[in-house]
C-alpha cells in the first residue's frame, strides 16, 4: 500500500497562486502514474489533474487547464499541482493518489472510486 503525504495547502486570495505536493512512498513510485483530486464541502471527490509516470502525459478538468499544472520529481518520490489564478470555486481538500497499475490509456486513474485509500489531505480556501 502507498503511504501519501499532501501538504502546500493554505488560504489565498482570488488570482493568487498555492504550489502543493504530495511525497508518495514506495520503491516503484516512477512507475506510479500520480493523480491529484478534490473534494468541496457537500460536492463528490473529483479529478483534478494526473501525471503518466514518466511525465510525458498529462490531463486536466477543463475548469482547471491553463492555470494549473502538474510535475513530478522521480527522485524525490513527489508530485507537485502549481495552482495559478486560484478562484474561490477552487476552494476544497485537494488529494493526491498513486495509481500502482500504470496503465494510462484506458486506465482507472482518473476515478476516485478506483483507490482504496487516501492521505490526509491539504485544505485550499480561497478568498473573493
Known amino acids: 500500500q502507498v503511504q501519501l503525504v499532501e501538504s502546500g495547502g493554505g488560504l489565498a486570495q482570488a488570482g493568487g497562486s498555492l504550489r502543493l505536493s504530495c511525497t508518495a512512498s514506495?520503491?516503484?513510485?516512477?512507475?506510479?502514474?500520480m493523480a491529484w483530486f478534490r473534494q468541496a464541502p457537500g460536492k463528490e471527490r473529483e479529478f483534478v489533474a494526473g501525471?503518466?509516470?514518466?511525465?510525458?502525459?498529462?490531463s486536466y478538468i477543463d475548469s482547471v487547464k491553463d492555470r494549473f499544472t502538474i510535475s513530478r520529481d522521480n527522485a524525490k518520490n513527489t508530485v507537485y499541482l502549481q495552482m495559478n489564478s486560484l478562484k474561490p470555486e477552487d476552494t476544497a481538500v485537494y488529494y493526491c493518489?498513486?495509481?500502482?497499475?500504470?496503465?494510462?490509456?484506458?486506465?482507472?486513474?482518473?476515478?476516485?472510486?478506483?483507490?482504496?485509500?487516501w492521505g490526509q489531505g491539504t485544505q485550499v480556501t480561497v478568498s473573493s
Open positions: 493518489n498513486a495509481d500502482t497499475d500504470g496503465v494510462w490509456y484506458g486506465g482507472s486513474w482518473n476515478d476516485p472510486g478506483h483507490f482504496r485509500s
Open positions: 514506495g520503491r516503484t513510485f516512477t512507475r506510479y502514474i
Open positions: 501525471m503518466s509516470w514518466s511525465g510525458g502525459k498529462t
